[in-house]
């Protein structure tokens, strides 16, 4: 159908036929009732192109496809190694359309072109390449217990999969989220986020031409409250897996608990940075200023509390704020000189700038800052540093997911990891020193799922990622990723135990 495709050109020079379907059995469908969504370039405020909205009668038609190929030889009965292969293939063409892959997520998302082609793409084929390998290597165990008895277990896939992704990342949390659940067997409906519609439709026809049998991955795009809703709640589902908000989570948990779903979140944070006097200050200011103004700021692990020891805060800040303004340009998506493109969506934008609000009529003081960049189209904030910080202020306390961060000083190691713990959030943390006593000491006593020691925002597909507390729940990523999307079945064989 000629409305499930258009033909597109970024501003950067490169063309070419956008989906705008909804993905199901290695098609592109309209949505049953019509509805579309816009994709904005955040940096213009215009319209790049409009994508069919899953209603609930859409999302059904997903999951049924998903079910039917969950217990279908062509998927059911593929060696593990056949598996592999088929990701590998994904891998391999998502790597040969990277420059496209990257100018859709930074035209419709915002961040940096060369962001996307730098980190973003090699993060997405990394993973997929990942767990390709571990396919055929997902075994279960022989028990001993008694010469009358021979008993095993089985690791298998859990079933039909929803997965919800944000719009920070979008490849990349596609290829976190599919990785494993494929390499382990299951099938796949992945809603994308409404905000970044566009790149997961591109993908989905690199599934197809992979090779991968119908069903196996459907995408939607479609609204939180519709579309979402329908895929957690849906009976045929058997696992959710969601990033984003940790308000979101809590609605999830609540939905998925009516049929006792399995699910893994990955949630909010508000992650500490702590800055021993004996540390590389160089390298310190350099990862701290990564840690939080990368991406926009938009990350769920940036290390927007930052605490210094009191022996180096004053050269610190200092050097902290010359930093941003060596690095941090603010610009559009091309320029291949931007570090910090437009924030993601206006209502994002409008959420940041009130948070530096709220800052001052706290009585924080604005080291850097403070204010939107520029003054034409677009939503552009100047990066943010707010000093004069006391922990009982909501800009120390709650998420803000922008380039706004806060510096304050301390005193002793005890008294920092207090303050460091005193959140809801335990998603990230960073630790600045040369003493590797302290470095594990302080890794240890963090309440965070991960903690960076000399580094930030450090992360590696190899290694299980996840959050304690209001962060999250399970881990994605490594081995342990793998754990998410596989149960234990124990099978007892009757060796002669007789009545």
Known sequence: MSNLYVDLEAPNGRKWSQPTGLFINNEFVPSSNGKLLESIDPATESKIAEVHAASAEDVDKAVQAAKAALVH????????????ILMSKLADLIEDNKELLATIDAWDNGKPY??????????????????SGWADKIS?????????????????????IGQIIPWNYPLSMAAWK???????????????????????????TLIKK??????VVNFINGYGQEAGATLVQHPLVDKVAFTGSTATASQIMKSAAATLKNITLET???SPLLVFDDCDIEQAIKWSHLGIMSNQGQICTATSRIFVQDTIYESFVEKFKAQIQEVSKV????????????????????????YIDIGVSEGATVLTGGKRHGDGKGFFIQPTVFTNVKDSMRVFKEEIFGPVVTISSFESEDAVIRRANDSPYGLGASVFTKDLERAHRVAVEIEA????????????????FGGVKQSGVGRELGEAGLEAYTQTKAVHINMGNKL
């Open 73 to 84: 030889d062509s998927w059911k009965n593929l060696p593990g190694t056949d598996r592999g």
């Open 114 to 131: 060369t962001v996307a082609m730098t980190d973003d793409l090699p993060e997405a084929i990394g993973t997929i390449r990942y767990y």
């Open 140 to 160: 279960g165990q022989t028990i001993s217990t008694t010469s009358a008895k021979f008993a095993y277990t089985l690791r298998q896939p859990i079933g039909v």
């Open 178 to 204: 599919l990785g494993p659940a494929l390499a382990c067997g299951n099938t796949v409906v992945l809603k994308a986020a409404e905000q970044t519609p566009l790149s997961i439709l591109v993908l989905g």
């Open 210 to 215: 992979a090779g991968f049998p119908p069903g």
């Open 268 to 270: 909010g944070g508000k």
């Open 331 to 354: 610009g559009d998506q091309w320029d291949e000189s931007t570090y910090q493109g437009p924030q993601v969506t206006k209502a994002q934008y409008d959420r940041i700038l009130s």
């Open 449 to 464: 799922g991960m903690v960076w020691v000399n580094s930030s925002q450090d992360c590696d597909f190899r290694i299980p």
